[in-house]
Nanobody, 127 residues
Framework: QVQLVESGGGSVQAGGSLRLSCAVSRYTASIQYLGWFRQAPGKEREAVAI???????FYADSMEGRFTISQDDAKETVYLQMNSLRSEDTAMYYC?????????????????????WGQGTQVTVSS
């Protein structure tokens, strides 16, 4: 079973940067999308950035331009570089993986369509 472990969260002042990492254990070629999601207290989990097995990237509208998702060549680690952080970026950030083959419908930015999740790493941005 795929295992995902996030790291790199912490506290930062507004305008600062953080780089999150997600270690992917037992990677399988069946994983077609890896991504970052976040959930703030009292809010629903939302997509941040997604990367496909082929290297295509997708971003939620409010994150594009500030956040960058990338993956190492071995596909063992997924990164999220976050710049120009704002207080509203404060949330628990989760790494997730999706296996899409055989599905009739897959929504790239929909958390419910992802199969595996990490435990999360907290990001707190103070203004």
């Amino acid at each position: 079973q795929v295992q995902l472990v996030e790291s790199g969260g912490g506290s930062v002042q507004a305008g600062g940067s953080l780089r999150l990492s997600c270690a992917v254990s037992r990677y399988t070629a069946s994983i077609q999308y890896l991504g970052w999601f976040r959930q703030a207290p009292g809010k629903e989990r939302e997509a941040v950035a997604i990367i496909s097995a082929g290297g295509s990237t997708f971003y939620a509208d409010s994150m594009e331009g500030r956040f960058t998702i990338s993956q190492d060549d071995a596909k063992e680690t997924v990164y999220l570089q976050m710049n120009s952080l704002r207080s509203e970026d404060t949330a628990m950030y989760y790494c997730a993986a999706a296996m899409v083959t055989g599905r009739l419908l897959f929504r790239i930015l929909e958390p419910k369509d992802y199969d595996y999740w990490g435990q999360g790493t907290q990001v707190t941005v103070s203004s």
